[in-house]
């Protein structure tokens, strides 16, 4: 996927969040990745290393928490647990299930000092 | 996966000439500015609860702004490379062009190849090489909308770079992404990338008249397609024998029309408002 784009976009919110906090430096980020969001995680450490060398979050922990995918069932009028987007439902079988969670790509906070 | 396919940023032209972009944070800040006092060395957490595409999502809403503003229907064609994109396109210009206004927006990492060939059917064409990019983003579609305006009542394409896997997140400001899969590609496509069926409305399956040569079956492809997007409309189609053509022009006619429509609605309420103050 885009994971160089995605740590340049993650390295513009917590640039401009350290520099309004006049921090020194970022000692640790921590994202929210949706299951169904399909970010390659080791790309994307890959890519969050390289676009933050001397940068004001070089050597930053990078932490992700990974929120769980949910569904509509159309035919069940239910929410259900979905682990990929091509998944089916678990109650009816049926492919008419529509993500309501588990899409977002989400800087959730900084550490400083 | 941008590891291996190249994905950067820094070399995007826009009909071979830098676009001026660059990031437009501030970057006059004073790193003196960071001294602290001895001894105040304190760790803090700071909450962001920010959207990582918030840049690109800002972007795409001001380029949505601008089409709405013009009635211009725009869709971004996604597909993998070698899917007949370009072809569909300039067929698709050819049989519209006479009704209504249009223009194109191609998007590839090298090569003026594609805007060329669109320009060669008399339609107005913008090339964005991505350099070792590997999608559009709304900040580059923006620099190209500054001299390329939106066809005023009419239908902008935005041919994305060759890649069924990264423009799947990029809002350029579209009001549909339109997927195009080839009888010649596998039809469990739509599974191996489910993202991509996922964010469009609409897939094309092309290249109709190989059907008979290949091990395709498009009812299983579309089947497939609509696991991951129940809703997702589809159409059959060849650019090269036309077959099928005709439905995707009427689906480009009814969405121009729909897009048409909000922008009367929008003047004349703005126009009763302004009558309604005049006495």
New interface residues.
Partial sequence: MHEMSLAEGILTLVEATARREQARRVKRVTLEIGALASVDIGALRFCFDAVTRASLAEHAALDIITLAGRGWCLPCGLEVPLSALADACPHCGSFQVQPVSGMEMRVKEIDIE | ???TCG???GDTRIEGEAPHEH?H?DDT?DHA????APGV????????????????NAYAAENRRRFAAAATLTLNLVSSPGSGKTTLLARTLAELKADITLAVIEGDQETSFDAERIRATGVPALQINTGK???L?AHMVGHALDRLPPPEGGILFIENVGNL??PA??DLGEAAKVVILSVTEGVDK??KY??MF?AARLMLINKADLLPYVDFDPEAAIA?A??????LQAITLSATTGEGVADWLEWLQVRLAGVKNARIRELETQLAALKSGVR
């Fill in positions: 996966m941008c590891t994905c950067g940023s990031h944070h800040h500015q960071h001294s602290h060395s304190e760790a803090r957490r700071v909450a962001i609860e920010e959207d990582i595409l918030a840049s690109n990019g590997c999608h983003d896997v990264c997140a990029f739509p599974l489910p993202d996922h497939y609509r696991r991951v997007n129940p809703d």
